[in-house]
């Protein structure tokens, strides 16, 4: 079995609906216990040191940018889609950031509902969960300038380098959401206001413990299927092949969705998703990567 040519590029550190970590989830659970870092400080200091911590994840990055924790406290944490991933931001990416945000960005609060014609200038729209660094979904808006194309990701640089080639390549039918997609879905959009949702590559979690974190299961696409309109399609990708069958499993059996490839199986990739470089470096290793595209009834 290949080892998963891109492990997190559209669901970072994805954590399926309805599952929450456990203990044996955690990191180095057995290790030694290390003494926290402000062990030895005064009880007024160390309170003091862990608020401004506490402020500092929570306030953005870039001024007019993307929130640290956009759905804050007020809606359940336990379903989450990822994990929020911080690296460094080159200059330019923050800059797209720091100019495009207040145009092209949305942070997903879950305290409004999205008029998605009225955002999009009427295009139809499908959703993309995880874009890694946008290339792939930058080359799609250009290739297809009728269909807006709603990214939603939490990695800053890459929400930044999106930015950026929009505006490099003059697209306008791209907007990028800032955190958690099932809250988007689940909260911010209207039934079947969606003309097609793609999640490429996403975190195939390969330990079994970890399984219920995968975000292609059946909770997620009854949410899903309620956001579709009849006949859209339901795009997947992997190259991890424990993951593929398990999405096949998951998509066959739901009675929202009929699997286009006309033989029940896996699907040829489609013209319009284009080759990732992450893609390419998997193949050239002997990877294989499955398509599956479920139309919604």
């Known amino acids: 079995m290949s080892e998963p040519m891109n ?7 994805g954590v399926a609906p309805g599952a929450e970590p456990t ?29 401004r911590q506490r402020r500092l994840r929570q306030e953005p990055r870039f001024p007019g940018g993307p929130a640290a924790d956009p759905a804050g406290s007020h809606h359940e944490r336990r379903i989450r889609s990822f994990q929020p991933r911080r690296s460094r ?10 100019r495009l945000w207040p145009k092209w960005g949305l942070d997903i609060d879950g305290l409004r509902v999205l008029n998605l014609p009225e955002l999009f200038d009427g295009l139809p729209v499908v959703l993309e969960i995880g874009f890694g660094m946008g ?4 080359q799609m808006a250009a290739d297809d300038p009728g269909t807006g194309i709603l990214a939603v990701d939490v990695h800053t640089p890459g929400q930044g380098n999106l930015l950026r080639l929009a505006d490099r390549n003059g697209m306008s039918n791209i907007r990028v959401a800032n955190g958690d997609a099932i809250i ?19 975190d195939p979690w390969p330990k079994s413990r970890h399984h219920k974190r995968r975000l292609i299961q059946p909770e997620f696409l009854d949410l899903v299927a309620q956001r579709l309109r009849p006949g859209a399609v339901l795009h997947c990708a992997t190259d991890w092949e424990p993951y593929a069958e398990q999405m096949l499993e ?17 699907a040829p990739r489609p013209a319009f998703r284009p080759l990732t470089r992450f893609e390419g470096q998997g193949l050239d290793k002997g990877h294989v990567v499955h398509d599956l595209l479920f139309a919604r009834h």
Do not use: K
């Not at 931001?89 to 720091?98: R, W």
């Open 7 to 13: 492990p997190s590029p559209t669901t970072p550190g």
């Open 23 to 51: 203990a044996d989830d955690a990191p180095g659970a057995d290790a030694a216990p290390v003494a926290p870092a402000t062990a030895g400080i005064p009880d007024d200091l160390r309170a003091a040191a862990l608020d």
């Open 89 to 98: 931001v080159s200059p330019g990416q923050q800059d797209a950031l720091e």
């Open 135 to 138: 290339e792939a979904t930058a």
């Open 184 to 202: 988007l879905l689940r909260e911010m959009l209207t039934p079947d206001s969606l003309d097609g949702l793609r999640v490429y590559f996403p």
């Open 250 to 266: 998951v998509l066959t059996a739901h009675p929202r969705f009929e699997n286009t490839a006309a033989d029940g199986g896996y």
